[in-house]
């Protein structure tokens, strides 16, 4: 309590004090108040002190509690060294708007310190600010044109939105430092991407001057070659990687895909089953193999065994997979087993109706046989299922006109053209069926419109024709469209009645008799084209022969009364 009283009593004598002789007193205590720059000096000691106590704790991990000593510190000094590590600070609790904040303040109070610039472009970067990033590396380059990681950096940051920018940066950087690793792996990655493939060979094989022996390397540079064709180059890096790591069945199954190329199917053969021989064979590359051994059967249908075993193999491993039944059913059609064919395609529309190629090649496979009501039937279910495949609806459309159906025809094979208005074959198919529902403009249209797509297609070229002559119309024309179908194939029965029915038309019997003659020899000719050559015989005054080929008409059209009346007379 006596020393509470004594510093009170003391207190209050130096007020009285104060108050009695101000004057004297105020030049007394200013003499003894520090000066600014004593002042000054103070607040940086003890700037410094905070920031070497944050130092250590950030040295420590500890950067929650550094930041609370930096901010500490910024009270007492606004030097640009504590925003910068308060920047780093908050950069390592990944709160990157605050670190960014105090980068920023660092920059401005020192313009020219590069450290502090990279380390908000960083914090940018992890940030996803690409933008600000590369904006921050750019002006460390103007400070600094020499500097190699804000070169490199900044390249990196331009191959998504400037890639020939980056290339430029790095190719810089590789007349100022020499040829690196890094450097040149980046050219070569950046120049394939842009399809630039001579110039990423370039960079490869500097890269494998570097390292002779990196496998890496020597596939990357193969992969390469094969886009650009040069498949000598490709095999041979392919197995020398291959000599070295011989259980590498996906650089095998590449090995065999260049085979392919060359058209050495003995070679790929070999490797193709090497690769099948594997415990760890994928599905995906399994797959890739039996099409390879499809692919060949279409050159040599004696593969087709082998590449039926590929697939049948492939069936047993992964069960659940329907991807090879389109494959197996095409190749047992190959060799005549249609019963099997027609279960494998059925399987395939079963466990993936949405695969058109599967529903085309079961309807495929009764139009062939020439069961119109089945392909019919097929077709329309498969609609129930894809709605957007043009072959579902052109296959439906044709087996309509063979059964005579034509005005369901005219709506299939118009949704087939719909689809895909450059194919022939629906726009020749539409052009029929127009022909057939007495539709002479339309058909005329279709034929037209095919003709300006191709006009060598030489079945548009028989059908207008072939509808011109029934007409009497533009026989010139309908000759010299003939004669170009005919150039084609010379061989197709219906191409040669076609012009032998134009010669008809324009009174040249002689000359249209050889023509007819040959599609009937050729065999399986229609009661029309019978009909064809028993006119031109009429013609020619030959009656045996008239009546002989339109009896052979009539036997296969009963109903054709102008036939009747023809082999009566």
């Given at each position: 309590?006596?020393k509470r009283c004594?510093?009170?009593?003391a207190t209050?004598?130096?007020?009285v004090?104060?108050?009695?002789?101000s004057?004297?007193e105020?030049?007394e205590t200013?003499?003894?108040?520090?000066s600014?720059?004593?002042?000054?000096?103070?607040?940086?000691?003890t700037?410094?002190?905070?920031?070497?106590?944050?130092?250590?704790?950030?040295?420590?991990?500890q950067?929650?509690?550094?930041?609370?000593?930096?901010?500490?510190?910024?009270?007492?000094?606004?030097?640009?060294?504590?925003?910068?590590?308060?920047?780093?600070?908050?950069?390592q609790l990944?709160r990157?708007?605050p670190?960014a904040?105090?980068?920023?303040?660092?920059i401005q109070?020192?313009?020219?310190?590069?450290e502090?610039?990279d380390?908000?472009?960083?914090?940018?970067?992890?940030?996803?600010?690409?933008?600000?990033?590369?904006?921050?590396?750019?002006?460390?380059?103007q400070?600094?044109?020499?500097?190699v990681?804000?070169?490199?950096?900044l390249?990196q940051?331009?191959?998504?939105?400037k890639?020939l920018?980056?290339?430029?940066?790095?190719?810089?950087?590789?007349?100022?430092?020499g040829?690196?690793?890094e450097?040149?792996?980046q050219?070569?990655?950046?120049?394939?991407?842009?399809?630039?493939?001579?110039k990423?060979?370039?960079?490869?094989?500097?890269?494998?001057?570097?390292?002779p022996?990196?496998?890496a390397v020597?596939?990357?540079?193969?992969?390469?070659?094969?886009?650009v064709?040069?498949?000598?180059k490709?095999?041979g890096?392919l197995?020398?990687?291959?000599?070295?790591?011989?259980a590498?069945?996906m650089l095998?199954a590449?090995?065999a895909?260049?085979?392919?190329?060359?058209n050495?199917?003995v070679s790929?053969?070999?490797e193709?089953?090497?690769?099948?021989q594997?415990?760890?064979?994928d599905p995906?590359?399994?797959?890739?193999?039996?099409?390879?051994?499809?692919?060949?059967?279409?050159?040599?249908?004696?593969?087709?065994?082998?590449?039926?075993?590929?697939?049948?193999?492939?069936?047993?491993?992964?069960?659940?997979?329907?991807?090879?039944?389109v494959?197996?059913?095409?190749?047992?059609r190959?060799?005549?087993?249609?019963?099997?064919a027609?279960?494998?395609?059925?399987?395939?529309?079963?466990?993936?109706?949405?695969n058109?190629?599967?529903?085309?090649?079961?309807?495929?496979m009764?139009?062939d046989?020439?069961d119109?009501?089945e392909?019919?039937s097929?077709?329309?279910?498969?609609?129930?299922?894809?709605s957007?495949?043009?072959r579902?609806?052109?296959?439906l459309g044709?087996?309509?006109?063979?059964?005579?159906?034509?005005?369901?025809s005219?709506?299939?094979?118009?949704r087939?053209?719909?689809l895909?208005?450059?194919?022939?074959n629906?726009l020749?198919?539409?052009?029929?069926?127009?022909?057939a529902l007495?539709m002479?403009?339309?058909?005329?249209?279709a034929?037209?419109?095919?003709?300006?797509?191709d006009?060598?297609f030489?079945l548009?070229?028989?059908?207008?024709?072939?509808?011109?002559?029934?007409?009497?119309?533009?026989?010139?024309?309908?000759?010299k469209?003939?004669k170009?179908?005919?150039a084609?194939?010379?061989?197709?029965?219906?191409?040669?009645?076609?012009y032998?029915?134009?010669?008809?038309?324009?009174?040249?019997?002689?000359?249209?008799?050889?023509?007819?003659?040959?599609?009937v020899?050729?065999g399986?000719a229609?009661?029309?084209?019978?009909?064809?050559?028993?006119?031109?015989?009429d013609?020619?005054?030959?009656a045996d022969?008239?009546?002989?080929y339109?009896?052979?008409?009539?036997?296969?059209?009963?109903?054709?009364?102008?036939?009747?009346?023809?082999?009566?007379?």
């Amino acid at each position: 309590m006596m020393k509470r009283c004594v510093w009170y009593c003391a207190t209050g004598i130096l007020l009285v004090i104060a108050g009695c002789s101000s004057s004297k007193e105020s030049a007394e205590t200013n003499a003894v108040q520090p000066s600014e720059s004593q002042e000054n000096e103070q607040n940086r000691s003890t700037a410094m002190q905070l920031f070497i106590d944050g130092s250590l704790k950030e040295s420590k991990g500890q950067f929650a509690e550094a930041i609370l000593d930096y901010q500490d510190a910024l009270r007492f000094d606004h030097d640009p060294a504590i925003f910068f590590a308060m920047a780093k600070s908050y950069a390592q609790l990944r709160r990157f708007a605050p670190a960014a904040e105090n980068a920023v303040m660092a920059i401005q109070h020192d313009l020219s310190k590069i450290e502090y610039r990279d380390l908000l472009a960083q914090i940018y970067l992890n940030s996803g600010q690409f933008d600000k990033a590369a904006i921050e590396y750019r002006t460390i380059l103007q400070i600094d044109p020499q500097n190699v990681a804000a070169t490199f950096t900044l390249a990196q940051l331009l191959e998504r939105v400037k890639p020939l920018e980056a290339l430029e940066l790095y190719n810089s950087l590789l007349v100022r430092q020499g040829p690196t690793w890094e450097v040149l792996l980046q050219i070569a990655q950046l120049n394939s991407a842009l399809q630039r493939y001579d110039k990423s060979i370039e960079a490869l094989e500097q890269m494998q001057k570097i390292d002779p022996g990196n496998l890496a390397v020597k596939q990357n540079l193969a992969e390469v070659y094969i886009r650009v064709k040069n498949y000598d180059k490709a095999r041979g890096l392919l197995n020398d990687v291959l000599e070295k790591n011989p259980a590498n069945i996906m650089l095998r199954a590449t090995l065999a895909d260049v085979y392919l190329q060359q058209n050495d199917w003995v070679s790929a053969r070999k490797e193709l089953f090497t690769v099948l021989q594997s415990d760890s064979l994928d599905p995906d590359t399994h797959l890739r193999i039996g099409v390879a051994f499809y692919a060949q059967t279409l050159k040599d249908t004696l593969v087709i065994p082998e590449a039926i075993s590929v697939f049948k193999k492939y069936e047993k491993n992964f069960p659940a997979d329907a991807r090879p039944y389109v494959y197996l059913g095409v190749l047992h059609r190959g060799i005549k087993k249609d019963s099997v064919a027609e279960q494998y395609f059925t399987r395939a529309t079963q466990s993936s109706n949405w695969n058109g190629d599967a529903w085309w090649q079961l309807g495929w496979m009764y139009f062939d046989k020439q069961d119109f009501k089945e392909t019919i039937s097929i077709m329309n279910k498969a609609k129930q299922y894809i709605s957007d495949d043009f072959r579902i609806y052109m296959l439906l459309g044709i087996a309509y006109n063979r059964s005579g159906m034509n005005q369901d025809s005219r709506v299939a094979l118009e949704r087939a053209v719909e689809l895909n208005p450059a194919d022939l074959n629906a726009l020749s198919s539409l052009g029929l069926t127009y022909d057939a529902l007495t539709m002479h403009a339309e058909s005329d249209s279709a034929y037209e419109r095919a003709l300006r797509i191709d006009p060598k297609f030489p079945l548009v070229l028989n059908n207008y024709a072939y509808s011109l002559s029934e007409r009497g119309l533009q026989l010139e024309r309908a000759e010299k469209m003939s004669k170009e179908s005919l150039a084609a194939d010379s061989l197709n029965p219906s191409y040669l009645d076609t012009y032998g029915w134009i010669l008809f038309q324009k009174g040249k019997y002689a000359e249209a008799l050889p023509n007819i003659q040959k599609a009937v020899d050729l065999g399986d000719a229609s009661p029309v084209v019978l009909e064809h050559l028993g006119d031109v015989y009429d013609k020619l005054n030959r009656a045996d022969e008239a009546k002989k080929y339109w009896k052979k008409a009539l036997e296969k059209d009963q109903n054709n009364s102008a036939l009747k009346e023809k082999a009566a007379r």
